[in-house]
């Protein structure tokens, strides 16, 4: 079954993560059910989008994404986590319900960089995007492979998560991030979205050949 496909984590933080989470819901209190931090991550996910587009007026508004994006990885992350940890797993519950926010989340988060100050909408959207069919290039393999492989290189989730909040960082600290590039102004938030995009696209023209050429072995031609 596609969800009760093995997961294959290459991400760089990927072991430590896992222990880590392991660790915090082991640690719970009883009350506190997997929907419980599925609703926590999405509801942060609405906040990083506010406080993304508050920045308009205030950079310290950075301050407050940030503090979010933790609370949004604790909510993504430990959803599943928990339910391992306790036995109570819904295979396909949970697999529908944990893309589905997904989605949702990138989008919102997406959006809200596009419309802050420190990101074009028109990169934001390209991110966005670009996420999306890699996630529907995932679900295709898990169904024509069934091995869910979660990313498309050492880079998760969790990495950007990161690398935004030290982003955020420095621009609420007032290091300056603009320039211009041929009469366009642009941040460094800008170019690493299109470099993110861009290894998106090449990650999954790669995958892609990979799949087709493993699946013509599998399935050869008819001769006529």
């Keep these: ?89 819904r295979p396909k519950y949970g697999y529908y319900l944990d893309h589905l926010v997904d989605a949702v989340a990138t989008a919102l988060i997406g959006l809200g960089l596009g419309l802050s100050p420190w990101m074009l909408l028109s990169v934001g959207l390209l991110i966005v995007i670009a996420y999306l069919v890699l996630s529907i290039n995932t679900y295709l393999e898990t169904y024509a492979f069934g091995v869910f492989t979660l990313g498309y290189g050492r880079l998760g989730p969790t990495e950007v998560r990161l690398m935004l909040i030290g982003l955020n960082t420095l621009i609420a600290l007032g290091v300056g991030l603009g320039f211009q590039v041929g009469g366009l102004g642009l941040t460094l938030l800008d170019l690493i979205g299109l470099g993110i995009a861009g290894l998106m ?5 790669g995958r892609a050949a990979r799949n ?10 008819a001769r006529a």
């Excluded at 926590?40 to 994006?69: E, F, M, P, R, T």
């Excluded at 087709?212 to 031609?221: C, D, G, H, Q």
């Design 1 to 89: 079954m596609v969800n009760n496909a093995p997961r294959n984590k290459q991400f760089v933080l990927a072991q430590a993560e896992a222990r880590v989470l392991e660790w915090i819901a082991r640690r719970l209190p009883r009350w506190v059910l997997p929907d419980h931090m599925t609703a926590l991550g999405v509801l942060a996910a609405i906040g990083i989008a506010g406080a993304y587009l508050a920045s308009n007026g205030d950079k310290a508004w950075l301050w407050a994404a940030s503090a979010l994006l933790v609370v949004h990885w604790l909510g993504d992350s430990l959803d599943g986590t928990l339910a391992r940890v306790r036995k109570i797993e």
């Design 201 to 205: 696209v090449t990650g999954l023209a």
């Design 212 to 221: 087709l050429k493993r699946l013509a072995e599998l399935e050869p031609a």
